[in-house]
């Protein structure tokens, strides 16, 4: 009687023993069937480094290396306000002592990758025809205080300030003169288009009408199908600056600065940025369209360096004669 009244708990205690053996057993099991799944996690490890390196590429466009800003001889190092850190540039002995009986001066702004210093024959050259200038160290280029790149816009404040600083020390008589390369010359046309009568000449080289197929063309370049599968590093760099490529348009901005004295210069074997882009920018400001056959990206200046200065001389010339001089406030 006793032993049948055992046996009842004996099993009962023994059942959830049992149970819980063969849960630890199956769920060994269980982790020996996910570890021998590599299947699951090389595809989602080789998806981790692709977003990785797509980021990291993000990083090196928004804060690009900065080349060596050892100075040019002769030209000095100078700063504006007008933002929200200083504007740094360079300056020929001219810019340095600007009055108000300076005739005309150009400001250079220069490309994606480029530097102030690029400038200094031009600048030296203008010089000798007493025409001073200044060169711009681009957001995040050089001895720039910015830490990003602005892919536009922020360039465009940068010209705009550099303009403004000018004409407190010249007269509503002195002609400014914007000269931008790439990158510099889509926000110097932006600039021209939001403050049309702050600037009195506009000489640009292979300036991209629109940032998105620019964009495309640049990606496609790195690789076979480059704008579709570095599409993160756009996204990654909209995220980090704010910018999206698709908000960059000079050309809407552009016809602002119509029938006004300007110079697009561009080049029919132009990669990066091909020629159509000067044509649509020519077309809607009624600007000198420069062709030129057979330059890379942003070489015309290295080709045809005498001819490049002649350019600038003649806009130059053109801004001189103006019948309506600007206004220290921008106004005419």
């Known amino acids: 009687?006793?032993?049948?009244?055992?046996?009842?708990?004996?099993?009962?205690?023994?059942?959830?023993?049992?149970?819980?053996?063969?849960?630890?057993?199956?769920?060994?099991?269980?982790?020996?069937?996910?570890?021998?799944?590599?299947?699951?996690?090389?595809?989602?490890?080789?998806?981790?480094?692709?977003?990785?390196?797509?980021?990291?590429?993000?990083?090196?466009?928004?804060?690009?290396?900065?080349?060596?800003?050892?100075?040019?001889?002769?030209?000095?190092?100078?700063?504006?306000?007008?933002?929200?850190?200083?504007?740094?540039?360079?300056?020929?002995?001219g810019a340095t002592k600007l009055k108000p009986s300076t005739p005309a001066i150009v400001i250079f702004a220069h490309g994606f990758g480029g530097r102030a210093g690029e400038w200094v024959n031009e600048m030296n050259a203008l010089e000798e025809h007493d025409v001073p200038s200044l060169a711009i160290h681009m957001a995040a280029h050089g001895e720039s205080s910015a830490v990003r790149v602005g892919f536009g816009p922020r360039e465009s404040a940068e010209i705009i300030a550099a303009v403004r600083a000018v004409r407190e020390q010249t007269s509503q008589q002195t002609r400014i003169i914007v000269v931008g390369r790439s990158l510099g010359g889509s926000a110097a046309w932006m600039a021209a288009g939001t403050y049309p009568d702050e600037i009195d000449g506009l000489m640009t080289e292979a300036a991209f009408a629109e940032l998105a197929p620019a964009t495309d063309n640049f990606l496609d370049g790195l690789m076979p199908k480059?704008?579709?599968?570095?599409?993160?590093?756009?996204?990654?760099?909209?995220?980090?600056?704010?910018?999206?490529?698709?908000?960059?348009?000079?050309?809407?901005?552009?016809?602002?600065?119509?029938?006004?004295?300007?110079?697009?210069?561009?080049?029919?074997?132009?990669?990066?940025?091909?020629?159509?882009?000067?044509?649509?920018?020519?077309?809607?400001?009624?600007?000198?369209?420069?062709?030129?056959?057979d330059s890379a990206h942003a070489q015309l200046a290295s080709d045809q360096p005498d001819l490049f200065v002649a350019k600038i001389k003649k806009l130059v010339r053109l801004a001189s004669q103006s019948l309506v001089p600007s206004s220290p406030n921008g106004t005419r």
């Open 1 to 93: 009687m006793l032993q049948s009244i055992n046996r009842p708990c004996k099993l009962s205690l023994e059942r959830p023993i049992i149970e819980g053996v063969a849960t630890v057993i199956g769920g060994t099991a269980l982790k020996k069937r996910r570890r021998n799944r590599p299947w699951v996690r090389i595809p989602l490890l080789l998806v981790g480094i692709y977003l990785g390196l797509c980021f990291a590429l993000a990083l090196s466009y928004v804060g690009p290396k900065r080349w060596d800003s050892a100075r040019p001889k002769g030209l000095t190092a100078t700063a504006f306000g007008g933002l929200d850190y200083p504007l740094n540039a360079l300056a020929s002995p």
């Open 226 to 293: 480059g704008a579709v599968v570095l599409k993160p590093v756009s996204w990654a760099i909209s995220a980090l600056t704010g910018v999206r490529p698709s908000m960059v348009r000079p050309i809407d901005l552009a016809a602002n600065y119509a029938n006004r004295p300007a110079i697009i210069a561009h080049s029919k074997q132009d990669a990066l940025v091909p020629f159509n882009h000067a044509e649509r920018l020519a077309e809607t400001t009624g600007a000198e369209l420069w062709v030129v056959e």
